[in-house]
């Protein structure tokens, strides 16, 4: 039987977190893509004020990602921590829908909204703990997965809920889809995951390091520069995801319906090609496949650079989903194996990466377009990945 059928068959772990982070995927898919639009027109936030309040709901994130991650590695457990975050989707995005006021918006945003957010990495994190028994093939293949389920999710439920608010004179309503899916994601951890037992070994309880020492892991200067390196590959995401529309409608003469389109299809390409990337890590190294999908990446966004027409960007899209699959998914195999025996911890350095990368990709939009347009930043991006898989091959030289 295929090994990603068998993993599922037999571990209810692994298909009921699965489940649950495609419900999670889902009450993103559903409200990320108007949040900025409901929060700015609908609600008559400021761009600034609007600005502000994502970058202390990531910052949010980031502290409670590894709050989180610090208590179920402190008490080895993860349901329970589970549970309370997911629920705070349902507080967050229900208390939006159902009283749409700048006040709610920013304090759901920046509180309940925040916590729920660390469902995510907190459902790698619940996994990798019960895939450390697991050969290391499994465990590829059980992220993958993971990461899959949310692809998934994006491939699916954008263009739904965009086709329903076509009929709406609001797109508030998009916060109750967002609502109903994380309350399926609470349902499915508290009926799917059975509590936490402590690990036995020959009949003795296992017991571990304190959690403190493995947090201070975190800044450690080794820890520090690898986490740059993965944010630095990573960030070609949040180059792509600014240039993209911008060449799209401007140089290449395409429309709004084409940017739709495009990342539709790419996501669509990233659910296939996460396969391709979970098999590739079973013959090479981590870095190697790393520093080949940044490269891969960095071709894509050269190529974007020199666009001129909508047809030429779909073509090399097919190299950005190629790429793309990697870039998302190989990367959360390297964290969560970055603190050995700290699953909750490691976990967490998904958020850090995630706000990390966005911050560096900022960074490289704003000294592109300042040197020469969109494409010059779509240009350092590129390269700005491939320096951070250099950095991790140099790191990891020595590691088999």
Not at 165 to 174: C, G, N, P, R, V
Not at 268 to 279: G, K, R
Not at 291 to 317: E, K, N
Request: a positive charge.
């Amino acid at each position: 039987m295929n090994p990603w059928f068998s993993i599922l068959r037999d571990h209810k772990v692994v298909r009921a977190s699965a489940a649950a982070i495609f419900l999670y995927g889902f009450a993103g898919g559903a409200s990320a893509p108007y949040q900025a639009v409901i929060g700015i027109r609908e609600l008559g936030l400021s761009d600034n004020t609007y600005a502000a309040v994502a970058l202390v709901s990531s910052l949010a994130n980031v502290m409670l990602a590894i709050l989180s991650g610090f208590l179920s590695d402190r008490f080895q457990s993860y349901r329970t921590p589970l549970l309370v975050v997911s629920v705070f989707g349902v507080v967050g995005y229900g208390a939006v829908w159902l009283n749409p006021t700048p006040l709610t918006f920013i304090v759901a945003t920046v509180a309940p909204l925040a916590l729920f957010h660390a469902t995510n990495s907190m459902l790698f994190g619940n996994v990798r703990a019960h895939t450390e028994t697991f050969d290391p093939e499994e465990a590829n293949i059980a992220n993958s997965l993971m990461r899959m389920m949310v692809s998934l999710a994006w491939v699916i439920v954008p263009g739904i809920v965009g086709l329903i608010l076509a009929t709406q004179e609001s797109m508030i309503l998009s916060y109750l889809f967002a609502a109903i899916a994380a309350g399926g994601c609470f349902l499915m951890i508290l009926f799917g995951i059975q509590p936490d037992k402590p690990p036995l070994q020959a009949g003795v309880v296992v017991t571990r390091p304190p959690a403190m020492l493995e947090l201070a892991k975190i800044l450690a200067p080794g820890t520090i520069m690898r986490i740059m390196g993965i944010a630095l590959i990573t960030q070609v995401l949040s180059v792509n995801g600014a240039v993209l529309p911008l060449i799209v409608t401007g140089r290449a003469n395409g429309v709004s319906a084409d940017i739709g389109l495009i990342v539709g299809l790419v996501a669509l390409l990233e659910v296939v090609f996460i396969f391709f990337w979970a098999w590739v890590v079973r013959k090479i190294k981590m870095t190697t496949a790393l520093m080949i999908t940044a490269a891969m990446y960095c071709v894509y966004l050269v190529l974007l650079s020199w666009t001129t027409a909508p047809w030429q960007v779909y073509a090399v899209s097919i190299i950005a989903g190629f790429a793309a699959a990697g870039v998302i998914s190989l990367p959360i195999s390297y964290l969560l194996d970055l603190i050995k025996g700290r699953p909750g911890l490691s976990a967490s350095l998904i958020a850090v990466n995630m706000f990390l990368g966005a911050a560096l990709g900022a960074m490289f939009f704003a000294l592109g377009t300042t040197l020469g347009g969109y494409g010059t930043a779509s240009i350092l991006g590129g390269i700005g990945g491939i320096v951070g898989a250099g950095i991790l091959s140099y790191l990891e030289r020595d590691r088999v």
